[in-house]
């Protein structure tokens, strides 16, 4: 119904998060509506709004993603220490004192 409106609903909004379980039990409980109305006036955004979020986080994640491929992400800040799993063992030009790599 929202989206047919022109609008979509935002479950992962602070608001719904915070509030769904209080304003549901206040709903059922009291038959006092007015928390849930509130809680969805912040919840429901307008389609452009909705692209806007989606834009932003698809942009979040890819930031997260290329920072943590970038050059140096995830390397030991000390050398590994000799045989060492993953540690470089050195070849026979290295022993003659010869360039590697």
Request: positive net charge; charged residues 25%.
């Amino acid at each position: 119904m929202a989206r047919n409106a022109g609008h979509r609903i935002d479950w992962r909004s602070a608001a719904f998060q915070e509030r769904n379980d209080d304003a549901s039990l206040e709903a059922r409980k009291n038959d006092n509506i007015e928390p849930l109305r509130s809680m969805m006036r912040e919840c429901v955004v307008s389609t452009q709004q909705w692209a806007a979020r989606q834009q932003a986080i698809a942009a979040a994640r890819l930031a997260a993603n290329s920072a943590s491929r970038a050059p140096g992400a995830g390397t030991p800040s000390s050398p590994r220490r000799p045989g060492a799993p993953g540690a470089h063992i050195g070849g026979e030009s290295e022993r003659r004192g010869g360039r590697v790599g």
